[in-house]
């Protein structure tokens, strides 16, 4: 009688466990993250279901398919892609802050890919057509690439982004 009584015990003991572990795990994944925390932590959380809030800065005009949303800091942007619950981002969403539930991903853009849109911006330089200014900025965004990769000591630059499940405006 005492072994089955220590029996249930462990038994019990063991699906509490469970249960706290679980709610752990899930408060984990429904905590609300700014922009720039998510950002912050990027690195350890891909394939991770995360909720993050931002204000949106551009939805996608012609697809509705992605949005933009900044924190605190404007310089910070994720960018948010429809899945699951999202049909699309309408443009009246510009302007609000959302709240997100998805999956956090990561798009790595090796030293190859880099050196080869170099060469094709250097190209699209060289013709003079007027896209000096677009020229300018997308030599900018690699030189700063490279400096990235070099500082955090990576063949390889990150580009990180949100598969949407659900989102909600928040007031």
């Given at each position: 009688m005492q072994k089955v009584v220590l029996m249930a015990l462990v038994v019990l003991s063991?699906?509490?466990?469970?249960?706290?572990?679980?709610?752990?795990?899930?408060?984990?994944?429904?905590k609300v993250m700014a922009v720039e925390q998510l950002l912050?932590?990027?690195?350890?959380?891909?394939?991770?279901?995360?909720?993050?809030?931002?204000?949106?800065?551009?939805?996608?005009?012609?697809?509705?398919?992605?949005?933009?949303?900044?924190g605190d800091n404007p310089e910070l942007s994720i960018r948010v892609e429809a899945g699951g619950q999202i049909q699309g981002f309408n443009r009246e969403l510009t302007g609000n802050t959302i709240a997100v539930k998805g999956v956090l991903k990561e798009r790595r853009l090796s030293e190859e890919y880099i050196a080869q849109w170099e060469e094709k911006v250097k190209l699209k330089e060289a013709k003079e057509?007027?896209?000096?200014?677009?020229?300018?900025?997308e030599m900018s965004n690699i030189s700063n690439m490279r400096q990235w990769m070099e500082a955090n000591n990576k063949n390889?630059?990150?580009?990180?982004?949100?598969n949407g499940v659900?989102?909600?405006?928040?007031d």
């Open positions: 063991a699906a509490c466990q469970t249960k706290t572990n679980n709610a752990e795990q899930n408060e984990a994944t429904t912050a932590n990027a690195e350890t959380m891909v394939d991770t279901e995360i909720t993050v809030q931002g204000h949106v800065t551009h939805t996608c005009k012609h697809s509705g398919k992605r949005c933009f949303i900044v057509d007027g896209t000096a200014e677009t020229c300018a900025a390889y630059y990150s580009i990180y982004y949100v659900s989102y909600e405006v928040v």
